[in-house]
């Protein structure tokens, strides 16, 4: 292909031109054909050539195959599913009816043989005019709606018909022959009140199945496109009448069966080109008037089709669309892919699309941006909220456990003070009890952040860990605790807050401390500080023996 840009006008019309001259050959042909015949027949008569019966065969042979290729295209070109099945109909009735006339040659010539064989003639004579009139109603409806409910009608009356004409042998209403007559055929036949309404049913079908087809058309000038299927009709119906009376005396076109089903066969025909009947035939035209701007390329790369408005292509172009890439250029991009037979090509205005995406890269640069910064204030403000929270919690330990705090600052001063080793050793073992409690007391603290309540063994913990460190002292220490329930953690503290303000009273002389967690907490010691003085509002105090004291904390109010 050259450096040129292709452009597909002309192409596209050259396809159209083609298909044209196709409908014009297939017309030509079987003219030819027609024409052929009744000069053969012309010839044979002028010069009394018998061939005989072989002939007829071979020329119903003939003509069969030529509708059956006819229902075949029939099956390619229409798309509408009921329409194509009637048209099939059609078809089929045709070569039915060829096939009838071609067995008459064939079968024995037994009269009930030969006049039943002409009887059957009118089964397709009918279901032509009804399968057009079928064809014809089933125009523009949906496939997914089934066969018009109107046709039920039509098709019991044509049914009908058909056992009439063949049942004639016994009532004789559509053909009667001659009384007495020595052989019953179609020679001797007198015409019955039922032969008129079985042709006018043909008609009534025929006039239908066109004047439903114009109705339904939605083409410009459809009162001029009729003229060409009409055409074969009006010939078929003089063709018809002048059979009727004189069929004796026709030499050439005296084959009603033939003549019928060709004139039938080309008034449909002439309907699917005037697009009274929707092929798939005209699709080079729709293509170029689409307005869609692509082109069809077939597997040498020639343009099949195109539309008015199709894109321009050159080598590069089409070497890099087979590469798979698309071609984008001034707002436009140029894609591909690929059919049977060959490929499309088309082109898009994405003008708006690439706007759009600069305007969105803009916007992503610009939110990346702020992205950092907000990462930057999050990051600040997340460490200024742990000091923050920090900083609550060491001033509400702080806050909550003051009077300890100062008790160990004391503690510490005094450990520096000590002027002997006992008194540093005492120091420091105060020392040593304020720090356990302030462990477990924080911890406590930590707790009642998250959680209302805790646990009763919580507060087994905090008490043993007091005794543990009484214990390195040597203070003998035991802790029991029977309570299996929670508490809330406020209540948890202050128990905690009692007990070991009486620790730190007693631990001046104390030897013995034993705890037992219910109900209420129950501290019995050994001390020699005076616990009377103890006594306060939810604490319990009572000297059991000398040095023996109990002190019960109880839990209630708290």
């Known amino acids: ?120 003639f009118y089964i397709p004579m009918l279901l032509i005019p009804f399968f057009s009139m079928l064809c014809a109603v089933s125009l523009g409806r949906s496939e997914n709606g089934g066969w018009d409910r109107r046709t039920v009608i039509p098709a019991i009356i044509t049914l009908a018909l058909i056992v009439l004409v ?59 496109v009729i003229l060409l299927p009409l055409l074969p009709v009006v010939l078929l119906v003089i063709y018809a009448a002048v059979y009727s009376f004189y069929h004796d005396r026709l030499v050439l076109l005296n084959d009603l069966s033939v003549i019928e089903c060709l004139l039938v066969t080309s008034s449909l025909e002439l309907c699917v080109a005037t697009r009274l009947i ?131 600052h004391d503690s510490v001063e005094a450990f520096r003070d000590a002027k002997s080793d006992e008194e540093s050793n005492r120091a420091l073992q105060k020392c040593t009890l304020l720090l356990s409690y302030l462990k477990r007391r924080n911890n406590l603290i930590l707790i009642s952040e998250n959680e209302m309540t805790v646990d009763s063994r919580e507060l087994e913990l905090c008490i043993k860990e007091t005794c543990g460190t009484l214990e390195s002292f040597g203070v003998s220490c035991s802790t029991v605790c029977v309570r299996d329930s929670s508490i809330p953690v406020s209540s948890a503290a202050k128990i905690y807050d009692l007990f070991e303000d009486t620790v730190e009273f007693a631990f001046e002389g104390l030897s013995f401390l034993s705890v037992v967690v219910r109900d209420a907490v129950s501290v019995r010691l050994c001390t020699a500080a005076d616990m009377s003085v103890m006594s306060k509002e939810g604490v319990a105090v009572s000297n059991e023996d000398g040095d023996e004291w109990l002190v019960t904390i109880s839990t209630e109010g708290l």
């Not at 032969?195 to 939605?218: D, F, G, P």
């Not at 707002?331 to 600069?358: C, H, M, Q």
């Not at 909220?385 to 100062?406: F, H, I, P, Q």
């Open 1 to 120: 292909m050259d450096k040129t840009p292709i452009r597909c006008y002309n192409h596209g019309m050259n396809a159209l031109s083609g298909y044209k001259r196709k409908t014009l050959a297939g017309a030509v042909t079987a003219s030819a054909l027609l024409i052929f015949e009744i000069i053969l027949k012309l010839l044979l008569t002028v010069f009394d050539i018998r061939i005989g019966d072989i002939y007829d065969l071979l020329r119903g042979t003939g003509y069969i195959a030529i509708f059956m290729i006819w229902g075949f295209s029939l099956h390619r070109r229409i798309l509408n599913k009921y329409t194509r099945i009637s048209l099939e109909a059609v078809a089929c009735s045709e070569v039915f009816w060829i096939a009838l006339k071609s067995l008459k040659y064939i079968l024995p010539k037994t009269e009930l043989l030969q006049l039943h064989l002409w009887y059957m």
């Open 166 to 224: 063949l049942t004639n042998n016994h009532h004789e209403f559509v053909f009667s022959f001659p009384p007495g007559a020595a052989v019953r055929s179609d020679l001797n036949r007198l015409l019955s009140p039922g032969i008129y309404i079985v042709t006018a049913w043909q008609i009534i079908c025929a006039a239908a199945a066109l004047v439903i087809m114009v109705s339904k058309a939605r083409i410009p000038g459809r009162n001029k």
């Open 278 to 408: 929707m092929s798939n035939k005209a699709y080079p035209e729709l293509f170029f008037a689409s307005g869609i701007n692509a082109v069809i390329l077939d597997d040498d790369g020639g343009v099949y089709a195109s539309s008015q408005d199709s894109p321009d292509l050159d080598d590069d172009v089409l070497e890099r669309l087979n590469k798979g890439i698309n071609v984008i250029a001034d707002g436009k991009r140029i894609s591909s892919a690929a059919i049977k037979g060959g490929s499309v090509v088309w082109e898009e205005d994405i003008s708006a699309v690439l706007t759009v995406s600069d305007h969105l890269r803009d916007l992503s640069e610009e939110l990346q941006n702020r992205d950092g910064i907000l990462k930057a204030q999050y990051e600040s403000s997340h460490k200024l909220s742990v000091l923050e929270e920090k900083n609550r919690l060491y001033d509400r330990m702080t806050s909550e456990t003051r009077g300890r705090l100062e008790a160990l």
